[in-house]
């Protein structure tokens, strides 16, 4: 009986290893801690309350059709209030970022 000749693999095998996407200097950033509070349901309750009523739209500079950050306009560690919607603003993330930095600088100049 004959035998069927039969080829070995010519196929390596395929790399998967997926790099990281750097953006900037986004490596060189620690991870923001997060506090429990942000995973709680009154949270993402009140958070989604404040983005449909943004409509998508920035509340800082008013772009439109936009991914909405929901904002504390007191900050919590200043004593802002967690769930009062007096207290939220939906911002896009250039104006969440820009606001945040102003805090920040704010915070820092006050234990200078």
Not at 39 to 58: D, F, H, N
């Amino acid at each position: 009986m004959a035998r069927i000749p039969v080829m070995k693999p010519s196929l390596r095998t395929a790399r998967t290893f997926i790099a990281p996407i750097v953006r900037g200097d986004a490596a060189a950033r620690s991870v923001k801690p997060t506090l429990d509070f942000y995973g709680s349901a009154a949270w993402k309750k009140v958070r989604l309350e404040v983005q449909r009523a943004c409509g998508r739209t920035c509340q800082g500079c008013g772009k439109a059709d936009t991914r909405i950050y929901v904002d504390h306009i007191v900050e919590l560690r200043d004593g802002g209030a967690p769930l009062d919607r007096g207290n939220l603003i939906g911002l896009c993330a250039v104006c969440h970022g820009k606001k945040t930095a102003r805090e920040r600088a704010k915070r820092e100049a006050q234990h200078a």
